[in-house]
Structures are given as structure tokens and as C-alpha cells.
Nanobody, 125 residues
């Protein structure tokens, strides 16, 4: 499966953005999906995960209550709605796909076999 992320941009603190990840050459419904992010000079970190059936979904503590991950399998799309953005959310955001079972280490990037190119989110203060 090939993944293409989009929707990044420049936004002021407190604003919102919606990222999208579209899959091609494969059915998104076959995969658990996640968003990771990497800020300049830092390691890539887990943001959110959604299972194939949309339940369950998991979030990093730093985004819980502000970000929502969702998916539309019929459209081969997974989205990340980001509200109340903070400067600390500035990063390149990546979508990723996994066939790992739900009891596996889904917050670790090594669990994901397919990655999209990132989309840059910049939050100004």
C-alpha cells in the first residue's frame, strides 16, 4: 500500500488543522493506521492510532482531548483533526499502516510497515 499525507500548513496557536492520508495500491481496511510526528532535532513520536474497525483508538497523552483520528475505509482515507494547536505541535506528521494485532506495540514506529511522506505542521505563538 502507498500512503500520501496532506493538509499541513501554518496556523496560529489555538487554531485547527485537518490532516488526511490517502492510500493507493491497497485497501486501507486491511490495516491499522497511525499518525506519528517528528519535530526538528527530535525523534519521531507516536501521535494516534486507529484500528481497522475504528475502535479502539489510542492517543499520546500530549494530544489527548485535542486531536481526533478517524477513518473512512470506503474512501481509503484516514484523518487527523487537530484542535487547539500549540507551538509544541510543530512537526512533520507522517501516516503509517500496520498489520500488527491490537495487543502489539502499536505506539512504536517499528510496528509499521508502510509510511507516507510527511506533511509539515507549523504552529506560531
Amino acid at each position: 500500500v502507498q500512503l500520501q499525507a496532506s493538509g499541513g500548513g501554518l496556523v496560529q496557536a489555538g487554531g485547527s488543522l485537518r490532516l488526511s492520508c490517502v492510500a493507493s495500491r491497497g485497501r486501507l481496511s486491511n490495516y491499522g493506521m497511525a499518525w506519528f510526528r517528528q519535530a526538528a532535532g527530535k525523534e519521531r513520536e507516536f501521535v494516534a492510532f486507529i484500528s481497522r474497525s475504528s475502535v479502539p483508538a489510542y492517543y499520546a497523552d500530549s494530544v489527548k482531548g485535542r486531536f481526533t483520528i478517524s477513518r473512512e475505509n470506503a474512501r481509503n482515507t484516514v484523518s487527523l483533526q487537530m484542535n487547539n494547536l500549540k507551538p509544541a505541535d510543530t512537526a512533520v506528521y507522517y501516516c503509517a499502516a500496520t498489520t500488527m494485532i491490537l495487543s502489539g506495540p502499536l505506539r512504536e514506529e517499528g510496528s509499521y510497515s508502510y509510511w507516507g511522506h510527511g506533511t509539515l505542521v507549523t504552529v506560531s505563538s
